[in-house]
C-alpha cells in the first residue's frame, strides 16, 4: 500500500512538473512574438488555430498528435517535447533530493520548485533565442526576495549584498567589454542569483558557472565546432550553477573557511 502511494505522489509530481514546462513553453513564445502571457490559450506556432483541450496535455498531446499540427500538419517543434518531459523530471528529482537527502519541508521544496522554474524558463528562453527577458528575471528576484525573507529567514544583508556581487560582477565585465563578454541579461540573471543564493554563497554559484561552462566551451574549441569569436549563450551555465548553488553552496563555503582556520 505505501509503495502504491509512493507511486502516486510521484506520478503527481512529474505531472505537474510537465505541466509547468508546458506552461514555459507557451510563456517562452510568447515573450519571443511579444505576446501577453493573457492572450487567449495556446495556439499552433505555425497556422495560429487556438488549439483544442486535447491538443494541450503536456507530452501526450505530442505523441499522439504524432508531433504535427492537426489542421496544418506543420511540425511541432520538438523542444515543447523536451521541455515537457525534462521539467516533469526536474521537478521529480528535486523533490526525491528534498525527501531522501535532506530534512524535508514544504517550505524548502516550494522554495526549490519555484526557482527551478525561473531557471528553466531562463535556460530554455537563451538556448532558443539567445535572450534573457527581463520581466522574466526581475519576477524571479521579486519571488526570490519574498521567499527568502518570509519563508528562509534569508537576512536583506545577505540578499543585498548577493544582489550587489552577482549584478556587479557581470556589469563591471558588460561595460569594460561594450557587452562582448556578456549581455545585460546576465547583469540582470546575476543580480537575481544574489537575490536567491546570498551572500557568500553567490560566489560559489559564478565560479561554478565559469567552470561548467569552461567543460563545454574547451572541447568545442577543440574539435573546431566553435572559435573565440562565436557567442555562446552564457544563460543556461549559470542556471545550472544556480540551482546547484542553492542547494550545495554553503557547504562548499564552510569548507572552504574549513582550510583557511
Request: proline letters at 3%; glycine letters at 10%; a positive charge.
Amino acid at each position: 500500500m505505501e509503495t502504491l502511494i509512493s507511486a502516486i505522489i510521484y506520478a503527481i509530481v512529474f505531472l505537474f512538473g510537465t505541466a509547468i514546462g508546458s506552461f514555459i513553453n507557451c510563456l517562452v513564445w510568447r515573450e519571443h512574438n511579444n505576446m501577453r502571457v493573457a492572450d487567449g490559450r495556446s495556439r499552433c506556432v505555425h497556422c495560429g488555430r487556438q488549439l483544442r483541450w486535447y491538443e494541450n496535455i503536456p507530452i501526450f498531446s505530442y505523441l499522439f498528435l504524432a508531433g504535427k499540427c492537426h489542421t496544418c500538419h506543420k511540425k511541432i517543434p520538438g523542444y515543447y517535447l523536451l521541455t515537457e518531459f525534462f521539467t516533469g523530471v526536474l521537478f521529480l528529482f528535486v523533490f526525491w533530493l528534498d525527501l531522501y537527502y535532506f530534512h524535508f519541508s514544504w517550505r524548502h521544496l516550494i522554495g526549490d520548485l519555484i526557482l527551478l522554474a525561473f531557471l528553466v524558463t531562463i535556460f530554455v528562453g537563451d538556448v532558443l533565442y539567445r535572450v534573457i527577458w527581463p520581466e522574466v528575471v526581475w519576477l524571479g528576484l521579486v519571488a526570490g526576495a519574498a521567499y527568502n525573507f518570509f519563508s528562509h529567514g534569508a537576512s536583506w544583508r545577505s540578499m543585498v549584498l548577493g544582489f550587489v556581487i552577482g549584478g556587479g560582477f557581470f556589469l563591471a565585465q558588460h561595460l569594460l567589454s561594450q557587452g562582448r563578454w556578456v549581455g545585460g541579461g546576465d547583469v540582470r540573471l546575476g543580480a537575481m542569483m544574489g537575490v536567491w543564493l546570498g551572500w557568500p554563497v553567490i560566489l560559489v554559484a559564478i565560479f561554478a558557472a565559469y567552470i561548467l561552462g569552461a567543460i563545454v566551451a574547451v572541447p568545442l574549441l577543440i574539435f573546431k565546432k566553435k572559435n573565440w569569436s562565436t557567442a555562446v549563450p552564457f544563460g543556461p551555465f549559470l542556471a545550472i550553477a544556480t540551482f546547484w548553488a542553492l542547494n550545495h553552496g554553503e557547504r562548499v563555503v564552510n569548507w572552504y573557511v574549513g582550510l583557511l582556520k
